[in-house]
């Protein structure tokens, strides 16, 4: 079975950068697209990006609106490792940033990862 596994989170101040990392150990088939999604005290879970497995040479990306512009999500196949690269870090952007899989067969979220806290300080 795959799992997902987070990490890079941490403390920053506003304006600074980090870089999430997500490594999904065992997944083998090009059924899933990986996301990124997040969660701040109170609210619901909310979608972050998504990257396709593998698409031929381009790969296809889509971001919400609140991270569009500053954060950008990447891939190593070779290692099964997704990325989110934040940068311009807003307080708003804190929150539990989990790692996911989109089931291509079924159109749902069916794998999570156990997420890491993003603290942006102002």
């Known amino acids: 079975q795959v799992q997902l596994v987070e990490s890079g989170g941490g403390l920053v101040q506003a304006g600074g950068s980090l870089r999430l990392s997500c490594v999904a150990s065992g997944l083998t088939s090009s059924m899933y697209a990986m996301g990124w999604f997040r969660q701040a005290p109170g609210k619901e879970r909310e979608y972050v990006a998504l990257i396709s497995w593998s698409s031929g040479r381009t790969y296809d990306r889509t971001y919400a609106d609140s991270v569009k512009g500053r954060s950008t999500i990447s891939r190593d196949n070779a290692n099964n490792t997704i990325y989110l690269q934040m940068n311009s870090l807003k307080p708003e952007d804190t929150a539990i940033y989990y790692c996911?899989?989109?089931?291509?067969?079924?159109?749902?979220?069916?794998?999570w990862g156990q997420g890491t806290q993003v603290t942006v300080s102002s």
């Open positions: 996911a899989g989109h089931n291509r067969r079924t159109n749902d979220y069916d794998l």
